[in-house]
């Protein structure tokens, strides 16, 4: 593995100082609205001031109705605005990279805290959610553009696209849950049309050295790891500065958190990042057995050394 602590620069945006980013993680601290409250400003900036080359905040959802849990950040509103130029000043006030989780559950959603039935690519009994309608997936890919827009004008150094763990892009990703017959569904083009989409419209829209990345699980809820693959490959994604693997996919709305997530202070998880990730970024690092993948289920696709790692920290 390279020097952890040796700088790595993207394809595009500032080099991160060491080797080490902050997970995005749900810590449900924001007020009810998604405005960023004291307490999370708190516990980001800490992290930043812990020396995190990259520090990324939660998901952020980037509409009203694709909130996964109460007390999530929002991206959706420029009321959010004040909250997220706060976070992302004090960030880079420790030289750390920041970036913005944006996401959206989709059938995820509860019904309760969203106040309206959920939705996704096509309609599940299991959640009860309905079938978005075309026009519908465009104001979903607008959304997520939008917010991106927030947060770069916020001063945000980039974003993360969650196309992971069972959330709305995901759901697009799956043939099983996306059964679609426009051009969001069908073949792997239509369903990952969204998620390209998103990342395309954001690297237009953004300023030129706008760091654009996705989280995408390889595995469950009816994704092919082959299919997976290929989205993360694909040259589409080329503008992309990183892509991170990760599992915990979950079709269920209960959170699923493992408990190596809870227990270790360091999770290693594959990450890879420049401008020639896909030739560098290869296999998942070994610092640690994680729960995202198994070597061997990865090492059929990639091989050699990870650019970096990704920690989820535990406690303050
Ligand atoms: C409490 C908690 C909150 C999390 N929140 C997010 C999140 O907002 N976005 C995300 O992509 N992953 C989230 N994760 C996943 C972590 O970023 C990290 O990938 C995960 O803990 C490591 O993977 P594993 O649990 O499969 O070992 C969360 C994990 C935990 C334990």
């Not at 004291?38 to 800490?46: H, I, N």
């Not at 026009?135 to 927030?150: H, P, Q, S, T, Y």
């Amino acid at each position: 593995m390279s020097n952890l602590f040796a700088p790595l620069a993207f394809n595009r945006g500032p080099a991160m100082k060491n080797r080490f980013m902050l997970a995005p993680l749900t810590n449900t601290q924001s007020h009810a609205d998604g405005r960023l409250s004291d307490d999370e400003f708190k516990w980001l900036e800490m992290r930043a001031t812990g020396g995190f080359g990259l520090t990324m905040t939660c998901a952020a959802h980037v509409q009203a109705s694709g909130q996964g849990f109460p007390g999530q950040l929002g991206a959706f509103s420029d009321d959010h605005l004040a909250g997220l130029t706060r976070m992302a000043a004090a960030i880079k006030a420790k030289d750390s990279i920041a970036v913005v989780q944006l996401h959206h559950a989709g059938m995820r959603a509860p019904a309760a805290l969203i106040g309206e039935q959920p939705y996704c690519p096509s309609t599940d009994e299991e959640t009860g959610a309905r079938t978005l309608s075309t026009g519908e997936v465009g104001a979903l890919v607008e959304d997520f553009i939008l917010a991106a827009k927030r947060a770069e004008a916020a001063g945000f150094d980039g974003v993360e696209v969650h196309g992971a763990h069972g959330y709305i892009l995901s759901q697009f990703l799956s043939p099983e849950i996306d059964r679609r017959e426009d051009e969001f569904g069908g073949d792997l083009a239509g369903r990952s049309r969204a998620i390209f989409d998103i990342v395309n419209g954001i690297r237009a829209r953004c300023k030129p050295d706008f760091n654009v990345s996705i989280r995408l699980s390889p595995e469950r809820i009816g994704l092919r790891l082959a299919e997976v693959r290929e989205v993360a490959q694909g040259r589409r994604a080329s503008s992309i500065s990183w892509i991170c693997f990760c599992r915990m996919s979950s079709k269920n709305r209960s959170r699923k958190t493992s408990r190596a997530a809870t227990c270790c202070p360091i999770l290693p998880i594959w990450i890879g990042a420049t401008s020639n990730w896909a030739s560098r970024a290869r296999s998942i690092p070994s610092v640690r057995p994680i729960n995202a993948w198994t070597r061997a289920s990865i090492s059929s696709c990639w091989a050699g050394p990870p650019s970096c790692i990704m920690t989820s920290p535990c406690g303050p």
